[in-house]
């Protein structure tokens, strides 16, 4: 049966790169995990095992320990973009370049010693980043994983359809928690125009989402999940496309009348599994979705 080559790539995962700028005194840390995927003329590398194409991954290894030193790591996006346009600028026979980097944040602990450079790591949320680069054109994708929050009141859950299976209660004052996992795909695409303040539009992203999550009066997860987009998209004009996937955390009221006690709200059972998944995209007007709709593939 005749057969062909489909769709290829390849490169090195989770490169571990920790870059310490020394200010004097006082250290700074940037601490990625990186994974390079690389595409282009690949065919006879898979057809007859000619290498004559193939830059070796422990090249693409390398160059991002070279580039941490030789350019610094100012942020995620723009260390992944450096990397990005060397692969297909210095090699004929790549014609694209993916970078995925998670970034692991840490603070710094005051002491009254000398210097500043002891940190503990920060225990909140993974940083994400995608850069795709084709020779011609950019494609940059932002996120974060793991952001656990919670609102303890001010949502609520009922009016839904119920069958001969519905057996949960109606909730007029719940606990709403989940895990943020949101993916932002930025509108800068070409080197002739300015490049969006990486660092600066993260933090704002994030300081939205949190901002709307804290002060939307919910009903139900997708409206909450709908305000923090629509805040993003309205505040932060570099965003064209906010993708969420929210693990919605229960929190069930736990039965306390066996014990003669009330229960006002105020003992709760936190169930890990199963739990209830909402995921969306928010778009700005007039703009095309284009981050996967499983979030795991990017």
Not at 175 to 191: H, M, P, Q, Y
Not at 258 to 270: H, K, S, T, W
Request: proline letters at 3%; a negative charge.
């Amino acid at each position: 049966m005749p057969t062909f080559l489909g769709q290829n790539q390849y490169g090195k995962a989770e490169n571990r790169v920790v870059r310490i700028t020394r200010d004097g005194a006082t250290h700074h840390i940037k601490d990625l995990n990186v994974s390079v995927s690389l595409s282009g003329d690949m065919d006879e590398v898979h057809y007859s095992g000619s290498n004559a194409s193939v830059l070796p991954t422990d090249t693409t290894k390398n160059t991002v320990f070279a580039f941490a030193k030789e350019h610094g790591i100012d942020s995620a996006e723009q260390f992944g973009i450096h990397l990005a346009r060397h692969f297909v600028t210095s090699q004929d026979a790549i014609h694209r370049a993916r970078v995925r980097v998670e970034e692991y944040s840490w603070e710094r602990i005051e002491h009254s010693g000398e210097g500043a450079h002891s940190f503990v790591r920060r225990g909140q949320e993974t940083r994400l980043a995608q850069i795709t680069y084709d020779g011609s054109s950019w494609e940059v994708v932002s996120g974060l994983k793991d952001l656990t929050v919670m609102n303890s009141t001010d949502s609520e859950f009922w009016g839904y359809v119920k069958d001969r299976y519905t057996t949960l209660p109606e909730a007029y004052d719940r606990i709403l928690a989940t895990d943020v996992s949101a993916r932002w795909r930025f509108g800068w695409s070409d080197d002739a125009e300015d490049a969006p303040d990486w660092e600066e539009s993260y933090a704002r992203v994030k300081g939205h989402l949190l901002r709307a999550f804290a002060e939307t009066y919910s009903r139900s997860l997708q409206q909450t999940l709908y305000a923090m987009g629509a805040r993003i998209i309205d505040h932060r004009d570099e965003i064209d496309e906010i993708r969420f996937s929210l693990p919605n955390k229960h929190h069930f009221l736990v039965d306390l009348e066996p014990f003669g006690l009330e229960n006002d709200n105020e003992v709760y059972f936190a169930a890990d599994r199963p739990y209830g998944l909402i995921e969306a995209t928010v778009l700005r007007d007039g703009c095309e979705a284009k981050i996967p709709a499983d979030l795991t593939n990017l």
